[in-house]
């Protein structure tokens, strides 16, 4: 069974810095796709940073390019968030897909596995 597991979430000043990791297991993840999305409430999951495995430079949204850091060894990954925004306020989840796919990496349809999610907050 297929578990993502989200930690580092919380309430951060504007300017400051978090950790998010995700650990995941019940499979070999080195060839998965694995990624964060952020979700305001009422609007559709935005994708943030993924990384398609095996070495892959990793794609960032504009929105967080140069601020964020993805990094991932074997079954886990962590999103570095520096220089946050009250704009970054969001639930991030943490995604990977395994399977074939058409869609683009962007989308949700793209990943076969979610996290629960956990809450990012930044005051202004």
């Known amino acids: 069974q297929v578990q993502l597991v989200e930690s580092g979430g919380g309430l951060v000043e504007a300017g400051g810095s978090l950790r998010l990791s995700c650990a995941a297991s019940?499979?070999?993840?080195?060839?998965?796709?694995m990624g964060w999305f952020g979700q305001d409430p009422g609007k559709e999951r935005e994708l943030v940073a993924v990384?398609?495995?095996?070495?892959?430079r990793t794609y960032y949204s504009d929105s967080v390019k140069g601020r964020f850091t993805f990094s991932r060894a074997n079954a886990s990954n962590t999103l570095q968030m520096n220089s946050l925004k009250p704009d970054d306020t969001a639930v991030y989840y943490c995604?990977?897909?395994?399977?074939?796919?058409?869609?683009?990496?962007?989308?949700?349809?793209?990943?076969?596995?979610w996290g629960q999610g956990t809450q990012v907050t930044v005051s202004s």
């Open positions: 995604a990977a897909g395994g399977s074939y796919t058409l869609d683009s990496l962007d989308t949700q349809r793209a990943y076969d596995y």
């Open positions: 990384n398609r495995g095996r070495g892959a």
């Open positions: 019940g499979r070999t993840f080195s060839n998965y796709r």
